[in-house]
């Protein structure tokens, strides 16, 4: 099974954070499959970066492309089809980074490594 990673998944896991499920620590562990992380979870990160939300993991969103890159978790491209997806679904996320997590999700046939109850509102298997 190929998981995308929710942001605060990846920044919980990387910052040892108690919030992290006994689960998500596995499957950062010994993946079930390829784990990706998303070019929009990467842009929602840099954002929060830039305007002082996000101190605890550096100055940069290089820093977390290059944790990817050594933990072998694949950056999702964003794609024509993902949005057309989100532009489908119903609006129970307000939150227009997760409505493209989700849509990427269904498109690619993915699980998604999530704390967010609001995912189990669409049709991806949210895992915690």
């Known amino acids: ?4 990673l929710d942001s605060h998944a990846l920044v919980w896991s990387l910052l040892k954070d108690h919030r992290l499920s006994p689960n998500a620590r596995r499957i950062f ?15 929602e990160l840099s954002i929060k970066i830039s305007i002082g939300k996000l101190r605890t993991i550096g100055s940069s969103i290089a ?25 489908t679904l119903p609006l129970h996320h307000r939150d227009p980074f997760d409505r493209l997590l989700i849509a990427q999700a269904i498109e690619e046939n993915l699980a998604v490594l999530t704390d967010d109850a609001q995912f189990r509102r669409y049709p991806v298997k949210a895992i915690w």
């Open 29 to 43: 562990r010994d993946p079930p499959g390829t784990l990706h992380f998303s070019m929009i979870s990467l842009w």
């Open 63 to 87: 820093y977390l492309r290059d944790e990817c890159r050594e933990y072998g978790i694949e950056i999702m491209p964003l794609r024509m089809e993902h949005i057309l997806r989100a532009e």
């Open 1 to 4: 099974m190929d998981i995308l």
